[in-house]
């Protein structure tokens, strides 16, 4: 149960679009469409911005899109805003019934 | 409106057990599946266990790192998601968080606020 591989941090000027990479296996992210990210501002719980590779929950503005490619996910966000400054976390359903979480990526906006 | 709320963290030495509770409301805990994930201070997010819907078989699942010593459960009478504790670490020492998913599978749709597990002598 290795942790997906994530950059330790990405930044970006305001209204512009960063791009946050999502390495996993075979056995997890490249084999299973069940790929989830989630945003996390300090001293708060998770939220929930892409689950199942690229569907959005209600609510979570459209700014925010995901992907995949082969053992790699990726997560989008376009017309950075300094509220999109947190940390986010990439998540896979394994072969094993288990989940992983990335080791997470923390957004400056510049 | 649905709500997660954490309790039972503290301070436990090491080898020592503890029970944390999510008391749920909004949904009902067994049609759901439910996971811990649990953040040590200044670290990332780390899975610990799923117990699947009641529907889906009601199985449960732990990462390595638990395996043998943690337990999840659910009590359907009062809503309420456990996960039992035991021969603690002092790397089990996290702010540990319980999420819904859904009925057919797992992503933390809905989270508690966390509860802060110490371990210390």
């Known amino acids: 149960q290795s942790a997906l591989t994530q950059p330790a941090s990405v930044s970006g000027s305001p209204g512009r679009s960063i791009t946050i990479s999502c390495t996993g296996t075979?056995?997890?992210?490249?084999?299973?469409?069940?790929v989830s990210w989630y945003q996390q501002h300090p001293a708060k719980a998770p939220k929930l911005m892409i689950y199942d590779v690229s569907n959005r929950p209600s609510g979570v503005s459209n700014r925010f899109s995901g992907s995949k490619s082969g053992n790699t996910a990726s997560l989008t966000i376009s017309g950075l805003q300094a509220e999109d400054e947190a940390d986010y976390y990439c998540c896979s359903y394994t072969t094993s019934s288990t989940w992983v979480f990335g080791g997470g990526t923390k957004l400056t906006v510049l | 409106e649905v709500q997660l709320v954490e309790s039972g963290g503290g301070l436990v030495q090491p080898g020592g057990s503890l029970r944390l509770s999510c008391a749920a409301s909004?949904?009902?805990?067994?049609?759901?599946?439910m996971s811990w994930v649990r953040q040590a201070p200044g670290k990332g997010l780390e899975w610990v266990s799923v117990i699947y819907s009641g529907d889906s078989g009601g199985n449960t699942y732990y990462a390595d790192s638990v395996k043998g010593r943690f337990t999840i459960s659910r009590d359907n009478s009062k809503n309420t998601l456990y996960l039992h504790m035991n021969s603690l670490r002092a790397e089990d020492t996290a702010v540990y968080y319980c999420?819904?998913?859904?009925?057919?599978?797992?992503?933390?749709?809905?989270w508690g606020q966390g509860t802060l597990v110490t371990v210390s002598s």
């Open positions: 909004g949904f009902i805990v067994n049609t759901y599946f």
């Open positions: 999420a819904r998913g859904t009925n057919i599978g797992w992503y933390g749709d809905f």
């Open positions: 075979s056995s997890d992210i490249g084999i299973y469409d069940y």
